[in-house]
C-alpha cells in the first residue's frame, strides 16, 4: 500500500511498521479516512437501491432481498478467504475452481451413499478446499513461487481434475434430500438463515485479521515483505496459513452452491475468481497488500450482486452489468491511489509539523 | 542461485499446469477398430460402402455437459456407439466454456491430427466457419449436429424441426396456464442459433394465444448462476408473470430450482428442453409439470453414422438422398443439406421414471 511505503520511507527507524507503528493520531485519521473508504461503497449502494427501488418498487420486496442475499453469501465468504490472501500481497485465482470441484463432490456423497450424515458432506467439501488450499500454500510459501503462477496453474488443474472425475455425469436435485437443499432454503422473514451464519463468519474474520496477531501479521507481509521478515514474523507460515483457510473456505462455499443450484456438473463455479478478486478490490482491500478489510470485501460482493440483480430487475442488458463492475473496480483503484497519495502528503505535514 | 531455484520451480509448475490443461480441456474417449463392419453396408442410394478405421472427431459444445455425454458416449448408445458399431475411430474432445475461443483450437487440432470426420455442435453459426471452410478444404467432412453452422458444413443432422420445438412448446405452456397471462423466455446465449430459431418460431406460435403475451427473453448464458439471476430478475420485473419457456436444460435447471418454493410451486408454470435426470425432483413436486426434449443418444447415433457414411463417400449429401442409419431406419436428406431425427418426446409424471438420463 501506498501509504505505508511512504510512512516507512519517511521514517526509516520504523522500517517494520505495519500501520500498528503510526503514531496514535495519525492513526485515527487513517482509521477515518478508511472507514469513509467503506462508507463510500454504501453510498454507492444506496444510490443504486434509491434509484432502483424508484423505479421498480418491487426491487426491495422481501423475496428480491432474499435472492440479493443469498447470491451474495457465496461471494463475501470467498471474499473473506480472498482479503486473507490478498492482504499478504498474494492472490489466490483457484478458488473458482476448488468450489467446483468441492460441490460435486460433496453433493454426489448423496448420490453414491445412502444416509450420509449432512454434517460429513460439508466435512468433505471444506476437506477438499483444505488439501486444494495446502498444496496451493505449500507452492507459494514454501516453495517461492509467486502466488499469481501457482494459483493460475492450479485454477486449471483444479479444473481439470474437476473435469476427469465429473466426467459427463451431473448431480441431480432429485438425489438430494430436503435438509441439504434447505440449508440455503430456510430463511428467517426475508433473510436467508445461511447469510446470517456468513456474516457471522465473516466478522468474525475480519475480528481476527483485525486483532490477533497471526492476522496483523498478514498485513505486515503485505506491506513490507523485507521488513516482515527483519521483524520476525514467520512470513511462510502465515500466508502457508492464508491459501489453505482460503482454500478451506472455497470447499465449503462449495458445498453452500450445490445446496443452492441442485444441478451440479462440472462447470460450477467456473470464472468466480474475478467476481470475487473484483468484489475484494471495490471493497477497498488493496490489491498490492497490506490494507482493508473482510468486512468491506463483503460490502463489495452485495454491491456486485445488488447492481447485477438490479439490472436485471429494470431489464438493462447483462452487458452494462460487466461494464458496470469494470468501471466501479477502476474508480475503487483510482479512488485508494487518490487516498493513498492525499494521506501520505498530510502525514508528510504532520511529522514535519511535529518535527518543528 | 537462489532465484534460478525458483525460476525452474516456476517453470516446471508452469509446464505441468499446461499438461494438465490438456487433459482437462480434452477429454477423449476412443473407441477401438475392432468391431466388425459387417451388418452395416446395407446402404445408400449411391450404392458405396461404408469405410472402415476412418477417424472421426465428436466435438459437443462443451466437455463435461450431461446432455452431450449422453449424445456422444458409447455407454447411453451415442455418436461414438455409432462408430464403434461401424468401425471407425471415434474420439469426443471439446473445451470446457461452450464459447468459439474454447472451441476453435479443439478444430484446429482435429485438422492437424487429420481428422476423416468432424461431428460438432457449433457454439456459434458464423465464428467457426473459417475453420471449418479449412477443414473442408482439406477433404474432411463436417456434420453439425445439436446446433448448426449453416454455411459451413456438409450436413446438419437437425434433433427435431426448428418448427416443431418452438410450436411444441408454446402449446405445452399454453395448456399449463389455460392459453392466458403474460410469459417469458430464458434462453443460453443471445448469439446461440438452435436458440433463437426456436424463439422465432414460438413468437409465431404465439399469434394463435391472443391471451398469452411474451413479455421478454432473458439470456443465462448456459451458467447456472447466470440463469438464476436473469430469472430472479424476471420474477421481479414482471410480478404478473404466469409462465416461463427455457429452451436449454442449464436454464430450466436453473428456473427450476428458483421456483421451487411453496411462493413460486404451482404458480409459474415452467416448461423447456430439459433430461428426464434433472427435472425428476422437480416433476415430483409440481414445480414443473411437463417438458420435452429429442433422444439425445439417437441424436448423436445418427449425426455419428451420417458422418462415418459421408467420409467414406457412401453417400452425398444431396438433398433427396436415402441412408439407413443401422437401428434409427431411413433418413431423407432434406432440401438445406440436413436431416431430421424426429418429433420431441413429451415428459411428464407418468413417464419420467421410465428414464434415466
Known amino acids: 500500500m501506498t501509504l505505508i511505503e511512504q510512512n516507512s520511507q519517511s521514517n526509516p527507524s520504523n522500517s517494520g511498521s505495519s500501520v500498528e507503528l503510526v503514531p496514535s493520531g495519525a492513526s485515527k485519521f487513517t482509521s477515518l479516512v478508511f472507514r469513509a473508504r467503506e462508507f463510500g461503497i454504501f453510498g454507492i449502494l444506496f444510490i443504486f437501491v434509491l434509484l432502483t427501488t424508484a423505479i ?36 489466490d485465482l483457484s478458488i473458482g475452481s476448488i468450489l ?33 488450499g495446502v498444496v496451493n500454500g505449500v507452492l507459494i510459501a514454501f516453495g517461492r513461487v509467486p502466488s499469481l503462477v501457482v494459483t493460475l496453474a492450479s485454477l486449471y488443474i483444479f479444473r481439470g481434475l474437476d473435469v476427469l472425475i465429473v466426467g459427463g455425469r451431473q448431480v441431480v436435485a432429485s438425489s438430494l434430500p430436503s435438509n441439504f437443499l434447505s440449508v440455503t432454503s430456510a430463511s428467517f ?55 489453505a483457510i482460503s482454500g478451506a473456505i472455497a470447499g465449503l462455499a462449495g458445498v453452500i452452491w450445490a445446496s443452492y443450484y441442485g444441478t451440479i456438473d462440472s462447470t460450477a463455479g467456473t470464472g468466480y475468481e474475478f467476481t470475487v478478486v473484483t468484489a475484494v478490490v471495490v471493497g477497498g482491500v488493496a490489491i498490492f497488500g497490506g490494507s482493508g478489510s473482510a468486512i468491506g470485501a463483503a460490502i463489495g460482493a452485495l454491491l456486485l450482486n445488488t447492481i447485477n440483480s438490479s439490472l436485471y430487475v429494470l431489464g438493462v442488458s447483462a452487458f452494462w452489468d460487466q461494464a458496470i463492475s469494470g468501471l466501479l473496480l477502476i474508480l475503487a483503484i483510482a479512488l485508494d491511489r487518490g487516498i493513498g497519495l492525499y494521506l501520505a502528503k498530510s502525514l508528510r505535514k504532520r511529522s514535519s509539523r511535529v518535527a518543528s | ?87 471407425e475411430t471415434g474420439s469426443e474432445t471439446s473445451g470446457t466454456a461452450a464459447t468459439p475461443s474454447s472451441q476453435l483450437p479443439v478444430i484446429q487440432s482435429a485438422i492437424t491430427q487429420g481428422a476423416n470426420a468432424l461431428v460438432i455442435s457449433a457454439t456459434d453459426p458464423t465464428a467457426l466457419c473459417p475453420t471449418l471452410n479449412q477443414a473442408m478444404a482439406k477433404g474432411i467432412t463436417v456434420v453439425t449436429y445439436d446446433s448448426d453452422a449453416p454455411t459451413c458444413r456438409n450436413l446438419f443432422v437437425n434433433q427435431a424441426s426448428t418448427s416443431q420445438i418452438g410450436t411444441s412448446e408454446v402449446d405445452l405452456l399454453a395448456k399449463q396456464i389455460n392459453s392466458t397471462g403474460d410469459i417469458a423466455i430464458v434462453s443460453a446465449t443471445a448469439s446461440a442459433t438452435n436458440q433463437n430459431a426456436w424463439i422465432g418460431y414460438m413468437k409465431q406460435e404465439l399469434t394463435k394465444y391472443p391471451n398469452m403475451h411474451l413479455v421478454s427473453i432473458v439470456y443465462g448464458n448456459d451458467d447456472p448462476a447466470t440463469a438464476t439471476a436473469v430469472t430472479q430478475g424476471l420474477l421481479q420485473q414482471y410480478p404478473n408473470l404466469k409462465g416461463i419457456i427455457s429452451p436449454t436444460t442449464v436454464g430450466i435447471a436453473a428456473a427450476a430450482a428458483l421456483l421451487d418454493t411453496p411462493q413460486y410451486r404451482g404458480k409459474i408454470a415452467l416448461t423447456g428442453l430439459a433430461t428426464p435426470n434433472e427435472m425428476k425432483k422437480y416433476v ?74
Not at chain 1, 103 to 130: D, E, K, M, P, T
Request: hydrophobic share 45%.
Open chain 1, 56 to 91: 421498480k418498487p418491487r426491487f426491495l420486496a422481501g423475496q428480491n432481498i432474499k435472492f440479493i442475499l443469498i447470491d451474495t453469501t457465496i461471494f463475501a465468504l470467498l471474499a473473506l478467504g480472498e482479503t486473507m490472501v490478498v492482504v499478504s500481497k498474494n492472490v
Open chain 1, 100 to 132: 467446483g470441484l468441492s460441490a460435486f463432490v460433496s453433493s454426489n456423497l448423496y448420490q453414491q451413499f445412502h444416509h450420509v450424515s449432512i454434517v460429513f458432506v460439508f466435512a468433505v467439501g471444506i476437506g477438499i478446499g483444505l488439501v486444494l
Open chain 1, 189 to 243: 422473514g426475508a433473510i436467508p438463515i445461511i447469510s446470517i451464519v456468513v456474516a457471522i463468519v465473516v466478522f468474525g474474520g475480519a475480528y481476527y485479521l483485525k486483532n490477533y496477531r497471526s492476522g496483523r501479521d498478514l498485513y505486515a507481509i503485505g506491506s513490507s515483505e523485507q521488513a516482515a521478515g527483519l521483524v520476525g514474523i514467520p512470513i511462510a507460515k502465515r500466508v502457508f496459513t492464508a491459501f
Open chain 2, 1 to 87: 542461485m537462489f532465484s534460478k531455484r525458483k525460476t525452474t520451480t516456476a517453470l516446471l509448475l508452469g509446464a505441468s499446469s499446461v499438461a494438465l490443461v490438456a487433459c482437462g480441456t480434452t477429454v477423449s474417449s476412443s473407441t477401438s477398430t475392432t468391431a466388425a463392419s459387417t451388418a452395416t453396408t446395407q446402404a445408400a442410394a449411391s450404392g458405396g460402402s461404408i469405410k472402415t478405421g476412418l477417424k472421426v472427431v465428436v466435438i459437443p459444445k462443451v466437455i463435461g455437459n450431461s446432455y452431450f455425454t449422453t449424445a456422444d458416449s458409447v455407454q447411453s448408445g451415442g455418436a461414438l456407439a455409432a462408430l464403434q458399431s461401424l468401425g
Open chain 2, 284 to 357: 415430483a413436486d409440481g414445480t414443473v409439470t411437463s417438458f420435452e426434449l429429442w433422444n439425445p443418444a439417437n441424436l448423436g447415433y445418427l449425426a455419428g453414422y451420417a458422418a462415418a457414411e459421408l467420409a467414406s463417400k457412401a453417400i452425398t449429401n444431396t438433398p433427396g438422398q436415402t441412408f439407413t442409419a443401422g437401428k434409427l431406419g431411413k433418413y431423407t436428406i432434406a432440401s438445406d443439406h440436413s436431416i431430421l431425427l424426429g418429433a420431441p418426446y413429451v415428459f411428464d409424471k407418468t413417464n419420467i421414471n421410465n428414464f434415466n438420463f
